[in-house]
């Protein structure tokens, strides 16, 4: 059975923040790339969500979806969800990569 995917606002304001950056400083190719390469990546959490590694945080998981962009997420098994947290820009600093965002 397939995980159902849930997206949280963070996630949700988090990648639209990766597409108005690569929109406005790329070409509409790394767009289509990053596009392509979440879709994937969440496909795959929909079939095996424990496919990737935990983190520093528990119950936490990190999916590397390009080298510069990051998923984290939590998978809730009595229900078969995987919940999307925040896509994270792997240049940043790490010690801030659970801090919530301010809205």
Do not use: C
């Amino acid at each position: 059975m397939a995980y159902k995917i849930i997206w949280s606002p963070e996630a949700i304001d988090t990648f639209d923040a990766i597409i108005k950056y690569l929109s406005e400083n790329w070409s509409e190719r790394e767009v289509s790339n990053f596009l392509d390469d979440s879709e994937h990546t969440i496909f795959l959490l929909e079939k095996n969500p424990f496919l990737f590694r935990g983190s520093t945080k528990e119950s936490v998981h990190e999916a590397l979806i390009t080298k510069h962009n990051l998923l984290l997420y939590q998978i809730v098994e009595n229900s078969k969800r995987v919940e999307l947290i925040s896509f994270w820009d792997t240049r940043q600093n790490p010690k801030r990569k659970f801090l919530k965002k301010k809205r």
